[in-house]
């Protein structure tokens, strides 16, 4: 009994404990959460209050870039008017309510046209800008009213904001006949109908290619613009030829002036082609980029016709351009040049035709012009302008162009047209690497000047007229020389210039008196400022013609070319000084069809007994004329010719090698130019063979020239044909000249030099020749005496030092298809040759 209360007791004791440390853990707790609810109120409090700073700084921050982007917007769109003001200025940029045509300044270029405004945010009438003349074709899609009305804006303002006459407007409308754009048709505007779009096309590929070829793709020419108004019958009955014509005129019309307004048809991508997509409200344009375009709304039908009679007023207010027909006189060949020469070259502002005379005084011309300024086009016009006045016995023609192009081709016969100028002499084209030809041509009028001053002594006369009185049998027409992008002859400071300057100069100072004027031109300032360290040169020149912007061609205080417009020049005959200006707008020449018809006109009129005249073009080669290739027979004479190229002079005559029975008489060919070099020596053998009989051994020593060697043995059937394996260098004289033709003989091995270097110094004595090909000049060291004549190709001229006859070597820097040659019994230095093509199948 007393265990049992004990141990009650003790599980009461623990009880208690056990309550006592619950309540003491439940306070604890109680304790904690109290202290988290406070936290979480604090948290809570915390975050609401950062909630509101953030939102009250965002607004602050929102409010303040607004209003920056609000003053920058408003800023960058001011500035936006101004640049479209200034891209789009008058016509081109003015609203309808004020809109007027205007003319653009003088000198300055087409601009932008406004189509409508930019939806630019709160921005309000920021213009829309798009190109056209001078920078882009168009194409529009869309319905077909919006792009109706938009075509008949872009035209309106072109043509308002141009001077009359600089836009030519056809339009392509198969479907309306021409009624979308009829309120354009007082001013002129050429409708094609249906089934004329091949034709058009072909029209214009014509005109940019005539433009391309005379390089006037900035010339005194207006633009044209050509509306395609197409259908999807027009676009489905698109043939593959008429496709590849648009997609050419898209790719080079921009740069020729030729621009398309397109609709229903596909044009191919270029950087060139403007695409305008039309919605419902708004179109958008690819410079634009995503910008949406709110289009101006048309004037009213009846204020768009009033507009284009304004247009057209203004065009009937000026007279049209003047074009070759009106420089026509009424007789053709009627005037004398006697006293002189005077022909028109264009119009003044009061429609009167000026004329630029050439005789005592002004005895010569200067042309000055930058590219592009229709220099060109100015001396075809004024060679025209002569022609028709003055005949073949009373004019003559020398023309050199010194430009990579073949301008004066046109007056020479070709292989299209047989026809040429019957006052031209002489014509050279592509002369730009041929000073030799420059200076051949100014010898030949030199020759002509002192026959023509011997004439005037032994007859006792002054000048030309009055030679021409007292020696009435003689024929003495007057002489113009023309030479375009003259400089190229004075450049450098090598004895080529300073022959060229004194030859100038002489014919400057005495060829007035005897009828010969020269015309210079140059599109460089440079080139006419050097005329002006030579004062007894220029002082000669006192009629000046300067295109527009050209400069150093006036005086320095004529600012008059500074200010002329396109298409004009100024004609000035007191050396440039201010006051004595006429200024001239200028035809057109570029026109292949109309000069065509004058020339065969010309042609056909021409006097009996006048010769074709030379045309020298530095880019074609020669043919071995066909009088080489025959055999003829005859027994030859002691010294044979062997034919190597053509030289370059006024009359196309051969360069020969006489080879008679003296020391020497052997040729060596140095260069690695395989093809000219077997030309060299097959025009050589094939000539020797025409002249009579002869033996001939062909040795091939090059691999690359083994099949010119085995087309030379085929030509001459009894030739002997020797190789590296049988090479027999025997010196074996016969009854008729031997000559042993060479290929490779720099590879001839050391055991046959020694018979070859015999062959050399000895055969020519028993007529036998060696015309042999080396590929260096560092072989013909040991053979120097026994080779009398050479010919270089592309060997520097340090390497032929010691082949010339004076130290240091000749003035010379190898070109293609251009020789030196180098004769020890003829020359005193080298001349330039051009090897004869013998055969066209080089590979």
Not at 355 to 360: A, E, K, M, S
Not at 517 to 534: D, K, P, Y
Not at 636 to 645: D, K, N, W
Not at 779 to 796: S, T, Y
């Amino acid at each position: 009994m007393g265990n049992h209360q004990a141990l009650v007791a003790s599980v009461r004791q623990e009880l208690a404990e056990a309550r006592g440390t619950a309540r003491a853990v439940l306070a604890a707790a109680e304790s904690s959460r109290n202290e988290a609810e406070q936290r979480r109120r604090l948290v809570r409090d915390a975050y609401t209050t950062c909630l509101n700073q953030l939102a009250e700084a965002r607004e602050s921050t929102r409010g303040d870039i607004q209003r920056r982007y609000r003053g920058e917007s408003v800023k960058l769109a001011g500035h936006l008017r101004g640049l479209a003001t200034v891209s789009a200025a008058g016509a081109a940029g003015a609203s309808w309510r004020l809109w007027s045509p205007t003319e653009p300044d003088p000198g300055d270029s087409p601009g932008l046209l406004r189509i409508g405004t930019l939806a630019f945010d709160e921005t309000a009438g920021l213009p829309a800008l798009i190109p056209l003349l001078g920078a882009a074709h168009l194409h529009l899609d869309g319905p077909s009213t919006v792009v109706a009305d938009m075509v008949t804006a872009i035209l309106l303002r072109a043509l308002g904001s141009v001077r009359p006459g600089d836009v030519r407007l056809t339009v392509y409308d198969p479907v309306h006949l021409g009624g979308t754009l009829a309120p354009f048709a007082p001013l002129g505007v050429s409708f094609v109908g249906p089934g004329g779009l091949g034709t058009l096309l072909d029209d214009l590929v014509e005109h940019i290619c005539r433009r391309v070829a005379n390089h006037t793709t900035t010339g005194p020419e207006p633009w044209r613009v050509v509306v395609l108004l197409a259908d999807r019958a027009t676009a489905a009955e698109l043939t593959a030829p008429q496709r590849a014509q648009l997609d050419r005129i898209v790719r080079t019309g921009v740069a020729c002036g030729v621009h398309l307004v397109v609709r229903g048809l596909d044009l191919e991508d270029h950087p060139t082609v403007e695409r305008i997509v039309a919605g419902d409200e708004t179109v958008t344009c690819s410079s634009l980029g995503d910008l949406e375009v709110r289009l101006d709304p048309l004037p009213p039908a009846d204020r768009v016709t009033a507009h284009c009679r304004s247009i057209a007023d203004r065009q009937n207010a000026n007279p049209a351009a003047p074009t070759l027909d009106d420089l026509e006189p009424e007789r053709p060949w009627a005037e004398s040049s006697r006293y002189g020469l005077s022909a028109p070259i264009g119009d003044s502002t009061d429609g009167t035709l000026v004329d630029v005379p050439l005789g005592d005084d002004p005895p010569h011309a200067l042309i000055g012009g930058p590219p592009g300024s229709g220099k060109t086009n100015l001396i075809h016009v004024w060679l025209a302008a002569l022609s028709t006045r003055y005949g073949p016995e009373e004019l003559a023609f020398y023309l050199l162009d010194f430009k990579q192009d073949a301008a004066f081709a046109r007056y020479a016969p070709g292989p299209r047209d047989p026809s040429w100028l019957p006052q031209l002499r002489l014509a050279g084209v592509n002369v730009s690497g041929d000073r030799e030809f420059g200076l051949a041509t100014l010898r030949h009028l030199g020759e002509e000047l002192r026959a023509r001053a011997q004439a005037a002594k032994r007859c006792g006369a002054g000048k030309l007229a009055e030679l021409r009185t007292r020696d009435p049998a003689g024929h003495w027409p007057r002489i113009v020389a023309v030479i375009d992008e003259f400089p190229v002859l004075l450049t450098g400071r090598d004895a080529a210039a300073e022959e060229a300057a004194d030859l100038l100069e002489d014919l400057a100072r005495r060829g007035r008196a005897q009828g010969i004027h020269l015309v210079l031109a140059s599109q460089e300032v440079s080139g006419i400022q050097a005329l002006w360290g030579r004062p007894g040169l220029i002082g000669q020149f006192t009629l000046r013609i300067a295109l527009p912007k050209a400069r150093r061609v006036l005086a320095d205080d004529n600012l008059a070319a500074a200010v002329i417009p396109r298409f004009h020049a100024v004609v000035n005959t007191e050396s440039g000084t201010p006051g004595a200006n006429r200024v001239v707008r200028l035809p057109d020449a570029g026109d292949p069809a109309a000069w065509r018809t004058l020339q065969r006109r010309l042609w056909r009129d021409r006097p009996a007994g006048c010769e074709e005249p030379r045309l020298f073009d530095g880019d074609a080669v020669p043919r071995l004329p066909s009088a080489y290739r025959r055999r003829t027979g005859n027994t030859v004479g002691s010294s044979p010719g062997a034919v190597l190229g053509e030289r370059i002079d006024v009359a196309a005559q051969p360069a020969r090698l006489r080879l008679g029975r003296m020391a020497g008489r052997n040729l060596a060919v140095a260069g690695t130019r395989t093809p000219e070099a077997c030309d060299i020596l097959a025009a050589a053998a094939l000539s020797l063979a025409a002249q009579g009989p002869a033996r001939f051994t062909v040795v091939c020593l090059a691999t690359e020239a083994e099949h010119a060697a085995a087309r030379l043995v085929a030509d001459l059937p009894d030739a002997d044909r020797q190789d590296i394996a049988d090479l027999r260098l025997d010196l074996t004289a016969g009854e008729v000249p031997r000559y042993l033709i060479g290929y490779g003989l720099d590879a001839t091995a050391p055991e046959h030099r020694t018979a070859l270097h015999t062959l050399l110094t000895d055969g020519p004595e028993q007529r036998v020749h060696v015309l042999g090909w080396w590929r260096s000049t560092a072989p013909l060291a040991g053979h120097l005496d026994a080779i009398g004549a050479w010919v270089a190709l592309d060997v520097e001229a340090s390497d032929l030092a010691a082949l010339h006859p004076q130290t240091g070597g000749p003035v010379w820097q190898p070109r293609t298809r251009r020789a030196l040659f180098f004769d020890r019994s003829v020359h005193r230095t080298p001349e330039v040759i051009i090897p004869y093509e013998v055969n066209s199948d080089h590979t």
